[in-house]
C-alpha cells in the first residue's frame, strides 16, 4: 500500500519511470510473500498503464479487483481513455456513492465524470459535474485539487463556447501552480 501511494506522488510528479519501478518492485514483494496477485501495487499500476495509453495491460491489471474502493478511478479513466463513456460515468459515478463525503477522492471521479459527459455531447450534465466539483472544493486549500477542478470548469466552458472564460481560468490556474514543485500538472493545464 505504501508503495503505491508513493508511486502516486511520483505521478504527479512526473516522474513515471521511477513510478513503474516502485510498482513493479512492490507487486513482486506483494506476490512472492502472499500466494495471489496484488491489488494494491495492479491498481496504481493500471492507472500508469492507462496514462501511458497501455490500455490492455491496464484491463488486465484490473481484472477482478473491481470490489476495491481504489479501483474504481483507474477503471473509469481506462473506460474513458477507451472511448467508452456510458462506462466511464458509471464507473465515476459508483465511485462517487461509495465514497459517500470524501472530497479528497471526489475530485477525481468528477473531473472523470465531467470528461465523459462532454465526450458524450451532454454539456448540461458535465455543467452540472463542475458544479458539484466546485462545491466539494470551495473551501480546501489543496493547490493540486484546486487545479483539477479549475481544468475541468475550463474544459466545460470551452464545451459551451465561452473560450474567452475557459482561457482565463486556466492563465490564473497556470499562474499558481509552481512547475518546479508540480510539472505534471503544470503542463497538463
Known sequence: HCDSVQARLLLELGRWSEAEAVLTRAKTAFEAAMPMPSWHPDIALADLRTRQGRLADAEALLLGKDQHLQALLPAARLH?????????????????????????????LLTVLVDAELASGDVDAAT???GDLTA??????????????????????????????????????????????????????
Open 136 to 189: 466539494r472544493t470551495r473551501d480546501l486549500d489543496i493547490l493540486a485539487l484546486q487545479a483539477r477542478t479549475s481544468a475541468a470548469h475550463a474544459r466545460a466552458l470551452a464545451a459551451t463556447g465561452a473560450l474567452a472564460d475557459a482561457i482565463a481560468v486556466l492563465e490564473v490556474t497556470v499562474d499558481r501552480v509552481d512547475a518546479s514543485k508540480l510539472p505534471w500538472l503544470h503542463a497538463t493545464l
Open 80 to 108: 474513458l481513455a477507451r472511448g467508452d463513456h456510458d462506462l466511464a460515468r458509471a464507473a465515476a459515478l459508483r465511485g462517487l456513492r461509495v465514497i459517500g463525503e470524501d472530497r479528497l477522492r471526489a475530485v477525481e
Open 128 to 130: 452540472e459535474a463542475c
